[in-house]
């Protein structure tokens, strides 16, 4: 998005942004204005990835197109700036009418909107419009953005195919009807150029406005909720929860804090959960701590329900703490299809007298069926040992994937059905949250862990999931490379990364247990 004479251009990756939050588009639209400093660039590393994966999976469709093609695909350069788009859009209407086969990277402007789409293709006397997205699915953005590439081609009359194309990473493809993502991308085009001649007029967008809407999910939304103090911030709270609370004129975390009286539109004992939520959170971090961190207090908690904890399994000595460690962009060598790979099975063994973490690794498709085999009769040969052992994690990921694994290598299929049909498994992330209220905005492993971990704080090189996705990325291209030391430090960072969810993940077990006695602290 980009400001010139007073006008606003915008392109379709915009208006998909609109559609799923008004606030975070219009954001963009003040610092295209310079009406706000742009945000401070904040490295992700892991969207940077998957950006190259995406500009990859873009060429090797393109060189599928050379392939079948040859002299017929015409690539079309240029920076899409201000002065070139007519004359680049006019560029691409000649070659349409070159005899090119395919159209590679054709710019098409018309009114505010202007795009590069990613392919033309003739088909007879008609183009079809043909998108490669780095995804499995067409998601609702995409669906959008290729509604309004369409209204583009209608408008500067390029005679198009019923159906889109979308060629996916997973190596299939999908048809999307245009006469379907013709009228979802026009409404979402007229409420959007609406706001944007509102919101020129009338200055910066401000958190809060009446009736903006707002996803409360994205790091412009979660940043000015955090400095204002919204009730968005409050754990557990839903998006829909919000709304009753602020026709009841309560829209601090403060304000909830110390509210009483009902709410219409909510719950009476829901309110009472996110009142109480409110307090714990207020606690730690008073007013004026979003913006001074030294004034916030240490993370507390609270035991809401002890109904939960008491529910888990007895503590036995063969109990099993698990934890996977994935890589969602990685392609085998030979195949440039997005599938992924579970290259780490982690376990934390207390009942080890040695070394209590245990490692099943996995860096092609034949290696990760072995390391389930392997990690299955780990597991088997355990169960032997002590039926009455438990196999912990922390959310539901483990045992879906364990299953997905199974599937994909037709290997072990039963064996994982059983362990799961069985209630092996034991995922700690609904005791936390039904049991606890703690002063943190959330319930990830690494939100909790200050509560019984104490002063072993995570300090290795690989701190978050995303941070080990990259680096796994790092280790094959290094691997590749034939930098191997530098490949094995790497991997030495995710395994310290994988002990360490594995340890807290029997740590918190531990902890939970001993609340059971403890009403509150």
């Known amino acids: 998005m980009d400001v010139a004479d007073g006008r606003v251009v915008y392109s379709p990756a915009d208006l998909s942004t609109y559609a799923d939050c008004a606030y975070r588009a219009l954001r963009r639209l003040d610092v295209a204005t310079g009406r706000v400093r742009a945000p401070a660039a904040a490295g992700d590393a892991l969207r940077d990835r998957i950006r190259e994966r995406a500009r990859e999976h873009e060429l090797f469709v393109l060189d599928g197109y050379r392939e079948r093609y040859g002299d017929g695909v015409l690539s079309l350069d240029g920076a899409p700036n201000v002065p070139h788009r007519a004359a680049l859009t006019q560029r691409t209407l000649e070659a349409l009418a070159s005899g090119a086969e395919v159209i590679h990277r054709p710019h098409l402007a018309s009114g505010q909107l202007y795009a590069v789409a990613d392919f033309l293709v003739r088909y007879g006397d008609r183009w079809q419009l043909v998108e490669s997205r780095f995804a499995h699915r067409v998601k609702t953005s995409g669906r959008i953005e290729i509604g309004a590439l369409a209204q583009l081609l209608i408008a500067l009359e390029v005679p198009i195919e019923v159906d889109a194309l979308v060629h996916l990473g997973n190596r299939t493809s999908v048809a999307v ?221 483990e045992p879906t994937v364990l299953a997905r694994v199974a599937q994909r290598h037709d290997t072990a299929v039963d064996q994982v059905a059983q362990l799961i049909d069985g209630g092996f498994f034991v995922d700690l992330l609904p005791v936390v949250r039904g049991s606890l209220r703690t002063s943190q905005d959330g319930f990830g492993l690494k939100k909790i862990e200050p509560l019984y971990m104490g002063d072993e704080a995570r300090d290795g090189t690989v701190q978050t999931a995303a941070a080990s996705v990259v680096g796994y990325q790092d280790y094959v291209e290094l691997r590749d490379a034939g930098r191997l030391s530098e490949a094995a430090a790497v991997l030495a960072g995710i395994e310290d990364y994988n002990r360490y969810d594995c340890l807290s993940t029997y740590r918190l077990r531990n902890w939970l247990l001993s609340l059971v006695d403890l009403p509150s602290r």
């Open 177 to 397: 009807p245009i006469i379907e993502v013709l009228p979802e991308a026009g409404m979402v085009r007229a409420d959007f150029e609406a706001d944007l001649a509102a919101a020129l007029a009338d200055g910066p967008v401000a958190w809060g406005t009446p009736g903006l809407r707002i996803c409360g999910w994205c790091a412009p939304c979660r940043e000015a909720a955090y400095l204002a103090r919204d009730v968005r911030t409050v754990a557990g709270l839903r998006m829909e929860d919000r709304a009753p609370l602020l026709g009841a004129g309560i829209s601090t975390i403060d304000q909830l804090a110390a509210a009483d009286g009902a709410v219409d539109g909510l719950d009476p004992q829901r309110l009472s959960d996110l009142r109480a939520q409110a307090r714990l959170q207020v606690r730690a971090l008073p007013p004026g701590a979003e913006r001074d961190p030294s004034l916030a207090g240490a993370v507390a908690f609270e035991v809401a329900d002890a109904a939960p904890i008491e529910q888990l399994p007895r503590a036995s000595e063969g109990d099993l703490f698990f934890d996977f460690e994935s890589d969602p962009l990685w392609r085998a060598s030979d195949d440039d299809s997005i599938d992924g790979l579970e290259y780490l099975f982690g376990l934390w063994v207390p009942a080890r007298t040695d070394e209590e973490f245990v490692s099943f690794w996995a860096h092609n498709r034949a290696e990760e069926r072995r390391a389930l085999i392997r990690f299955m009769q780990f597991v088997e040969a355990a169960i032997a040992r002590d039926p009455a052992l438990h196999i912990y994690h922390y959310s539901s990921y």
